[in-house]
């Protein structure tokens, strides 16, 4: 079974930071990418940031330059820099990779809140 535990959501003033991370636990034979999507009311679920096993990151056309995604395959984290008030959303950490049982696995943690409000 998969585990990925989220922390460091919270409320900000817009052009500030906040890091997010993930954690994960479980009995995965390979993860191939972690990262980062987020939500926003009534919007649909969009990719923020990816970091590959190779190290190799694949960064949201929004969020380029401001945001960035560093990991281990145990862990990612999430730097975001320059909020700003669009930011606002529900981010997810994302796992992808194949189980033990060497099926493709592609696992979801609960969400962390982030609120980018003057």
């Known amino acids: 079974q998969v585990q990925l535990v989220e922390s460091g959501g919270g409320l900000v003033q817009p052009g500030e930071s906040l890091r997010l991370s993930c954690s994960y636990s479980g009995s995965m034979f390979t993860i191939n990418a972690m990262g980062w999507y987020r939500q926003a009311p009534g919007k649909e679920r969009e990719l923020v940031a990816v970091?590959?096993?190779?190290?190799t990151t694949n960064i949201g056309d929004s969020v380029k330059g401001r945001f960035t995604v560093s990991g281990d395959m145990n862990s990612v984290y999430l730097q975001m820099n320059s909020l700003k008030p669009e930011d606002t959303a529900v981010y997810y950490c994302?796992?992808?990779?194949?189980?033990?049982?060497?099926?493709?696995?592609?696992?979801w943690g609960q969400g962390t809140q982030v609120t980018v409000s003057s």
């Open positions: 994302n796992l992808l990779g194949y189980t033990d049982g060497r099926e493709i696995g592609d696992y």
């Open positions: 970091i590959g096993s190779g190290g």
